[in-house]
């Protein structure tokens, strides 16, 4: 019973946004998406905050290594 209520809490602390990342994840995945573009695209997504500087930071750097 202790490992159903560990699972329960652990499905009750998911939100909106871990649901929304796990699925662009695996249609990253099926869709055969590169790294970087899979950074461009969270970079650029429609989320009301903007993409975290580290991130911008890795796209600059894979953007001049090419």
Aim: net charge negative.
């Amino acid at each position: 019973m202790d490992r159903l209520e560990s699972l329960s809490n652990t499905l009750s602390q998911i939100t909106m946004y871990d649901i929304k990342s796990m699925y662009n994840q695996a249609k990253n995945v099926v869709l055969n998406v590169s790294e970087m573009e899979a950074k461009v695209r969270e970079a650029t997504n429609d989320e009301a905050w903007g993409a975290s500087s580290t991130l911008m930071q890795e796209i600059a750097q894979g953007t001049f290594n090419l």
